[in-house]
């Protein structure tokens, strides 16, 4: 069945640093993928998704790009901020409105 | 506006109680869904609603009994509790254009639910 891998956390880096949490996905299709943000002690945010292979999704200075032959969605950002330390998901949905989520990387950055 | 709001933010009960969840959403979304998230894990799925009607069940004990009021509403009746159910509950909506899993799913802050 589909699932998502993610790297484990937690990250840890420095105010300013480059970010990057890695994503892979397995499907027998073509989904959609996503990346969700859990503030502490908040529900989930969508911070960006993709539809097809090679879109970019972009939010608030975070990227991932769809790739299709490596099947991954990695997040990247080039400079973090102490106000991005959170719990990062990946997720995907295919056929039906059912998310099939990583198991989650809990970033902390620090000044 | 994306927002979905839950009440309430935090529940306490007994295993003996009842109590319900419930979530609002008012973007005109079709879908409506119940996660149960238990700390330092991802979000698991309870129930779907689509257009009101129940369209998935991932085999949840009976003590959850969801109910889809009307487009905007969701509720989740809470009786006969485990301690073991103590979880943060969210809501979430999406449009349910019927695309192939495209749609975006909406969350609500949650419901920090302890069962004692």
């Known amino acids: 069945g589909d699932s998502v891998t993610q790297m484990e956390g937690p990250v840890t880096l420095s105010e300013e640093a480059f970010l990057t949490i890695n994503c892979t996905y397995t499907a027998t299709g073509y989904p959609s993928l996503f990346w969700y943000v859990q503030y502490p002690g908040e529900g989930l945010q969508l911070l960006l998704k993709a539809t097809k292979a090679d879109d970019k999704g972009s939010n608030k200075g975070f990227e991932a790009t769809y790739r299709k032959e490596t099947t991954s969605f990695h997040l990247e950002k080039g400079s973090v901020q102490v106000s991005d330390s959170a719990v990062y998901f990946c997720?995907?949905?295919?056929?039906?409105?059912?998310?099939?989520f990583g198991t989650g990387t809990r970033l902390q950055v620090f000044p | 506006d994306t927002e979905v709001t839950q009440t309430p933010k935090h529940l306490v009960m007994g295993m003996t109680n009842k109590k319900s969840l419930k979530c609002e959403q008012h973007?005109?979304?079709?879908?409506m869904y119940w996660y149960k998230q238990k700390a330092k894990k991802p979000p698991e799925l309870m129930f779907v609603?689509?257009?009101?009607?129940?369209?998935i069940n991932e085999s949840v004990p009976s003590r959850f009994s969801p109910e889809c009021p009307n487009s905007s509403l969701l509720n989740l009746h809470l009786h006969a509790l485990q301690p073991e159910d103590s979880a943060l509950y969210l809501c979430?909506?999406?449009?349910?254009?019927?695309?192939?899993?495209?749609?975006?799913?909406?969350f609500g802050p949650g419901t920090r639910l302890t069962v004692l």
């Open positions: 609603y689509s257009y009101e009607k129940l369209s």
């Open positions: 979430a909506s999406s449009q349910a254009t019927g695309t192939g899993g495209t749609d975006t799913q909406y």
């Open positions: 973007m005109g979304h079709r879908a």
């Open positions: 997720a995907l949905s295919e056929h039906t409105d059912k998310l099939i």
